[in-house]
Nanobody, 121 residues
Framework: QVQLVESGGGLLQPGGSLRLSCAASGSIFSIDVMCWYRQAPGKQRELVASIGSGGSTNIVDSVKGRFTIYRDNAKNTVYLQMNSLKPEDTAVYYC???????????????WGQGTQVTVSS
């Protein structure tokens, strides 16, 4: 199995910065795509950023230029650096990983428990 543990959420003022981390552990054979999603109250969960195994990234337009996704393959960890935060960035942020465990023959989706980010003055 693969477990994801997120950290780094919190409460901060507009314009501030925060870094989210998501560490994957367990019987991991390989990790493919690593993503960050978010879900604001009353809204659908949306993809914020993704990074492939080779390092290629995709960022949603609403956070482009402010958020950066990167990964440390040696630590099986993905990060989301968030700068110039706005109140509309307030949401629960979820880590999502496509990975293959040693006892599986295919890749599966795994989700973290979510971490709250609140941007408010």
């Amino acid at each position: 199995q693969v477990q994801l543990v997120e950290s780094g959420g919190g409460l901060l003022q507009p314009g501030g910065s925060l870094r989210l981390s998501c560490a994957a552990s367990g019987s991991i054979f390989s990790i493919d795509v690593m993503c960050w999603y978010r879900q604001a109250p009353g809204k659908q969960r949306e993809l914020v950023a993704s990074i492939g195994s080779g390092g290629s990234t995709n960022i949603v337009d609403s956070v482009k230029g402010r958020f950066t996704i990167y990964r440390d393959n040696a630590k099986n960890t993905v990060y989301l650096q968030m700068n110039s935060l706005k109140p509309e960035d307030t949401a629960v942020y979820y880590c999502n990983v496509v990975a293959r465990a040693y006892d599986k023959t295919s890749y599966n989706n795994y989700w973290g428990q979510g971490t709250q980010v609140t941007v408010s003055s």
